[in-house]
T-cell receptor, first 113, second 116 residues
Framework: DSGVTQTPKHLITATGQRVTLRCSPR?????VYWYQQSLDQGLQFLIH???????AKGNILERFSAQQFPDLHSELNLSSLELGDSALYFC????????????FGPGTRLLVL | AQSVAQPEDQVNVAEGNPLTVKCTYS??????LFWYVQYPNRGLQFLLK??????LVKGSYGFEAEFNKSQTSFHLKKPSALVSDSALYFC??????????????FGTGTRLLVSP
């Protein structure tokens, strides 16, 4: 158990809908990262938050957004969902020492029908 | 831009034999290198990392990896494979030249199949 929790574990929804994925980092970690794992794209970095502030964006669609709250949990919002958004979404957390390991949660499996 | 290559989609090995899962990387600065393992329907589990120092890094479950700067490689090894090692293995790199950008870039993964 990495100490990173993600809810829900599974999500089935329809095209055009909006969903919210939630992540709680390990105790003491200020950084949260979101990654998407799909069969065609592999593991792709989406976005990084540190202590409530966005630090970096990767290949994140404009339909997707995220935020990190004062209690350090993070939410990834996916809107106007398309079939191609079906994937496994991982959250990872770390401290920010520069040599940190990112510890991953169990993921949320999203299926868009 | 940083990148990672895992040239083998699958590695097959018999239980008790040594295993190697290959990884090469490309960065502009010095690399931080990581290996993760993913079991079916599970998240990524951290195995080991190279930051600096000794080129041979020891990690969880008897795995080790050797950093080779001249060959830009970071191959994962284990002296004696177990059936329970069967899983998907990912190599990842962070480029220290981008100090403000903490993302990991992952390889495509190598499926390890250990037969009894």
């Amino acid at each position: 158990d990495s100490g990173v929790t993600q809810t829900p574990k599974h999500l089935i929804t329809a095209t055009g809908q909006r969903v919210t994925l939630r992540c709680s980092p390990r105790s003491g970690d200020l950084s949260v990262y979101w990654y998407q794992q799909s069969l065609d794209q592999g593991l792709q970095f989406l976005i990084h938050y540190y202590n409530g502030e966005e630090r970096a964006k990767g290949n994140i669609l404009e339909r997707f957004s995220a935020q990190q709250f004062p209690d350090l949990h993070s939410e990834l919002n996916l809107s106007s969902l398309e079939l191609g958004d079906s994937a496994l979404y991982f959250c990872a957390s770390s401290d920010l020492t520069g040599r940190e390991t990112q510890y991953f949660g169990p993921g949320t499996r999203l299926l868009v029908l | 831009a940083q990148s990672v290559a895992q040239p083998e989609d699958q590695v097959n090995v018999a239980e008790g034999n040594p295993l190697t899962v290959k990884c090469t990387y490309s960065v502009s600065g010095n690399p931080y290198l990581f290996w993760y393992v993913q079991y079916p329907n599970r998240g990524l589990q951290f195995l080991l990392k190279y930051i600096t120092g000794d080129n041979l890094v020891k990690g969880s479950y008897g795995f080790e990896a050797e950093f080779n700067k001249s060959q830009t490689s970071f191959h994962l090894k284990k002296p004696s494979a177990l059936v329970s090692d069967s899983a998907l293995y990912f190599c990842a790199v962070r480029d220290t030249a981008n100090t403000g950008f903490q993302k990991l870039v992952f390889g495509t993964g190598t499926r390890l199949l250990v037969s009894p």
